[in-house]
């Protein structure tokens, strides 16, 4: 259920209708759908191992899922072009992206608990692949961006020359593949955690309240 919440909150395919001078931008695959099926899934395995020595991380990973929730209903009215939507958006983002991390990690400790050592390992890769791919990268794009903004103040010539030839064609793909590596590989990564865990836990003997993302 988190997978899948997560996937819609990663692909965006918006279309934007007016009504009376007002626009509205509706995302067909919806945001808010996604965050409350990740609201959903946290909830369930936040109890399930409630008590347990990662329960606070649990917590607090549900506590970063809801101000994202409420970001994805006031898109809806504002747009992401409104500077200070977009700053509130990337900060609460990349609290949400160290909750995922933190999220995975919680998993991994849970595994072991399980007695379900490469589902460990696994949980331990993802949590490492969302803190380089989705934590890492936010927090230099973000620092890219401030530094573009505050160059194109003071030379906004020089962010107007357009580069041609192998070089940019060399670019765009470097690009294409870090953007591909930066939205998806912690994603993949996340659902082949899942994906081994429930099959190592449908090999054990059934336990009570045993859960998994």
Not at 113 to 124: E, F, G, T, V, Y
Not at 127 to 140: D, E, K, P, R, S
Request: glycine share 8%; net charge neutral; aromatic share 14%.
């Amino acid at each position: 259920m988190i997978f899948w919440g997560l996937l819609l909150c990663i692909i965006d395919f918006k279309i934007k209708l007016g009504f009376s001078g007002v626009v509205y931008r509706i995302d067909l695959l919806s945001d808010t759908i996604g965050m409350i099926l990740v609201i959903v899934g946290v909830s369930r395995v936040a109890s399930t191992y409630k008590g347990s020595d990662v329960d606070d991380w649990f917590v607090f990973s549900l506590v970063c899922a809801w101000p994202t929730f409420g970001l994805t209903i006031l898109e809806v009215f504002v747009g992401d072009e409104v500077a200070w939507y977009r700053f509130l958006s990337s900060t609460v983002g990349l609290f949400s992206m160290m909750a995922t991390a933190l999220f995975c990690f919680a998993m991994h400790y849970v595994a072991l608990d399980s007695q379900l050592p490469r589902s460990a390992d696994r949980w331990k890769g993802t949590a490492i692949t969302v803190l380089v791919w989705w934590v890492g990268a936010g927090i230099a794009a973000n620092i890219i961006a401030l530094a573009v903004h505050l160059s194109w103040i003071q030379n906004p010539s020089q962010w107007l020359t357009i580069q041609v030839g192998s070089a940019l064609i060399f670019g765009t793909v470097v690009v294409l593949a870090l953007l591909f590596c930066m939205l998806f590989l912690p994603l993949i990564s996340f659902w082949r955690s899942t994906s081994h865990m429930q099959r190592e836990l449908g090999r054990l003997p059934p336990v009570e309240g045993a859960a998994v993302a």
